[in-house]
């Protein structure tokens, strides 16, 4: 699936947070303990088996259950995904700890802001910090995420897209839930020049796609 596991931490005080640890949680907490870094929670993006684990098509993917059973540490997701979360993974609140759009969590001194950007799934989100945009499946360097798929709605995409991503400044680094493009990360306005998912300019244009 060409997914992205992201670690977002600080040097000073060594904590870290864990975005979409799918797949391999084992390796990825081995890699916090070689690097001297403390995990104090994990950011689901979205509740899709190949970025949380669970079922994905009939094969189990291992994520977040299998660190929970490890770590007691925090598992944040919005609070419409909460459901979604739950009934995929099997791990319960706690420790899924619902937030509502734009909350705030704070690793170390990095204070991460959570965007609510439903298209994909209902309770999609992002995470804006320090000019930095970590963008599960809503936004990729090119294209964005599927919207035909159970609880997705191709006008929260747009609106997504148009609106609430919109007021980010070009000079963001954007770093997306999958490797679909030659480049693993761009500035927003890069891809703001070059990914025709963005070009549309009213929600009948866009929705004229899905027709």
């Known amino acids: 699936?060409?997914?992205?596991?992201?670690?977002?931490?600080?040097?000073?005080?060594?904590?870290?947070?864990?975005v979409d640890p799918a797949y391999s949680p084992d390796e990825l907490l081995a890699f916090l303990d070689d690097e001297g870094l403390r995990l104090i929670g994990v950011?689901?993006?979205h509740y899709h088996a190949d970025h949380i684990g669970g079922d994905l098509v009939g094969h189990a993917v291992a994520g977040i259950a299998e660190i929970a059973a490890r770590v007691d540490v925090p598992i944040h997701v919005q609070a419409s995904e909460t459901v979604w979360?739950?009934?995929?993974?099997?791990?319960?609140?706690?420790?899924?700890?619902?937030h509502e759009p734009g909350d705030v969590i704070k690793v170390g001194e990095i204070e991460i802001t959570l965007l609510h950007t439903p298209g994909h799934t209902p309770g999609s989100q992002c995470l804006?910090?320090?000019?930095?945009?970590?963008?599960?499946?809503?936004?990729?360097?090119?294209?964005?995420?599927?919207?035909?798929?159970?609880?997705?709605?191709?006008?929260?995409?747009?609106?997504?897209?148009?609106?609430?991503?919109?007021?980010?400044?070009?000079?963001?680094?954007?770093f997306p839930g999958h490797a679909y493009s030659r480049e693993p990360f761009a500035t927003l306005g890069e891809i703001r020049a070059t990914n025709a998912v963005l070009t549309p300019r009213s929600a009948s244009e866009w929705l004229a796609n899905f027709a």
């Open 1 to 18: 699936m060409a997914n992205f596991t992201y670690v977002i931490g600080d040097l000073e005080t060594r904590e870290a947070v864990l």
């Open 43 to 45: 950011v689901g993006t």
């Open 85 to 98: 979360v739950t009934k995929g993974t099997g791990v319960g609140v706690p420790p899924v700890m619902p």
């Open 128 to 174: 804006s910090f320090a000019g930095r945009l970590v963008s599960g499946d809503t936004l990729f360097v090119s294209g964005c995420g599927r919207t035909d798929l159970p609880g997705s709605d191709p006008l929260q995409m747009y609106v997504s897209l148009q609106e609430r991503l919109a007021v980010l400044p070009d000079e963001t680094l954007l």
